[in-house]
């Protein structure tokens, strides 16, 4: 079904007046399916000495730019069609940050909560294993995603190089610092978020001083972009957590909130600020809703009772269909997903590139690349907005499938 979703919204887009000057219907038809999708079943021993299967999946969605590039997520709720959505997704939000990488999508069905550690690298060289003949560098550079991490990808770069004897770091990224992952990876990807609006709130003669923030979601990037906006002279009203939310005008401080959360308390443990739950906290009045939780939070149930001006997606999908087109008739401008969270996917092509030149930039030239490239894609979406009178996730769509277009042709893809 995601699947569907996803190839309908690349339709509806291909059907639209100002996108069909840029690109035909039948120059979108490769964009519907991955070039290859990978199905195996991984046989992992178990610490009793059982033998358990998992089903996994790679989903190589398009390459006309680069390498596929996509996380490697482990849950128990995977399926085919949700790795092929992901993909195509990958590929457009590569492209709408003019990253010279396609799309791609890891997939294995298992609740590693279930598995010990032993039993959790097992499953990780094993997957390796199975399908490092489609890896590397210049095919396919996999990163984390959910419930995958940095060692995850240490143990899974050490099989990939064991397979193919020579120490290829750059086959995987999100890795530890010591084997030469990125640096200020966290931050960095919040800096992305806050970057994108900066320059849209830039564009429009306005900026990020006095705006009032309720952010879904108090996870580690989420938290770490609630503490910028703060610096910039924002003000977090609201913000929640599996628990629950917390709501108050003047009573909440970031900073006891992240050392309440890394004791692993819960936000509805904070005191003085009113208790509200994850969906209540979207109908509050606010200048920014960040939406850093899940997809789907917003649809036609809900989207005619949010009152934030700008929606800024941090999350994949957090609006959907028909959500969307609620909050656009009602003037609410939402900053989609494929530039807002595309920093921590630049950042991973930063330790890509750092990792093939053998030598490593300081936190500075990181910062300053990174905002050079997410305040430069959200100006060229903003003012190719403004022209064709288009929602800006339209126009973030339609620029990245131009981007995905123009390769393809020069590349002969439609003979």
Not at 12 to 37: G, H, M, S
Not at 47 to 72: E, L, T
Not at 386 to 413: G, N
Request: glycine share 6%; hydrophobic share 45%.
């Amino acid at each position: 079904m995601v699947f569907h979703i996803a190839q309908q919204r690349l339709k509806e887009l291909a059907q639209k007046d100002f996108a069909k000057l840029i690109f035909d219907e039948r120059e979108i038809q490769p964009l519907l399916y991955p070039d290859r999708v990978i199905e195996t079943t991984l046989r992992v021993k178990m610490d009793d000495g059982s033998v358990r299967y998992f089903r996994a999946y790679r989903s190589q969605h398009n390459n006309a730019r680069g390498p596929y590039k996509g996380g490697i997520r482990f849950h128990q709720d995977v399926t085919k069609e949700e790795v092929m959505a992901l993909s195509l997704w990958m590929s457009i939000k590569t492209a709408a940050v003019d990253l010279p990488l396609g799309g791609g999508k890891w997939g294995v069905v298992v609740d590693p909560k279930q598995l010990s550690q032993t039993e959790l690298e097992r499953l990780s060289r094993e997957y390796v294993r199975s399908i490092y003949k489609y890896l590397g560098p210049d095919m396919d550079v996999p990163a984390p995603d959910v419930n995958t991490n940095a060692q995850i990808m240490a143990w899974m770069m050490d099989e990939y190089n064991k397979l193919v004897w020579y120490y290829a770091p750059w086959t995987f990224t999100g890795k530890p610092v010591n084997l030469w992952g990125s640096k200020w990876r966290d931050i960095a990807t919040a800096l992305g978020w806050l970057y994108v609006l900066e320059e849209y709130l830039a564009l429009n003669w306005d900026s990020v001083k006095g705006k009032t923030f309720v952010i879904q979601w108090a996870w580690n990037a989420g938290l770490n972009f609630a503490k910028l906006a703060v610096r910039a002279g924002g003000r977090v009203i609201a913000i929640s957590d599996s628990s629950g939310a917390i709501y108050g005008i003047n009573c909440m401080d970031v900073d006891e909130i992240e050392k309440l959360k890394a004791s692993r308390g819960k936000l509805i443990e904070y005191p003085d600020c009113e208790k509200l739950t994850n969906q209540d906290i979207l109908q509050l009045e606010a200048d920014v809703l960040v939406l850093a939780a899940l997809e789907n939070q917003v649809t036609w149930k809900n989207a005619d009772r949010l009152k934030s001006k700008i929606v800024l997606e941090l999350a994949n999908w957090p609006v959907d269909i028909d959500g969307d087109k609620i909050l656009a008739s009602r003037g609410i401008v939402v900053l989609p997903d494929i530039l807002a969270n595309a920093g921590w996917v630049t950042v991973s092509y930063f330790e890509q590139v750092q990792n093939k030149m053998n030598y490593y930039w300081e936190k500075e030239e990181v910062f300053a690349r990174l905002e050079k490239k997410m305040k430069k894609s959200t100006r060229e979406i903003v003012n190719f907005a403004k022209q064709h009178w288009a929602s800006l996730r339209d126009s973030a769509y339609v620029l990245a499938i131009k981007k995905i277009v123009d390769a393809m042709r020069l590349r002969w893809k439609f003979t």
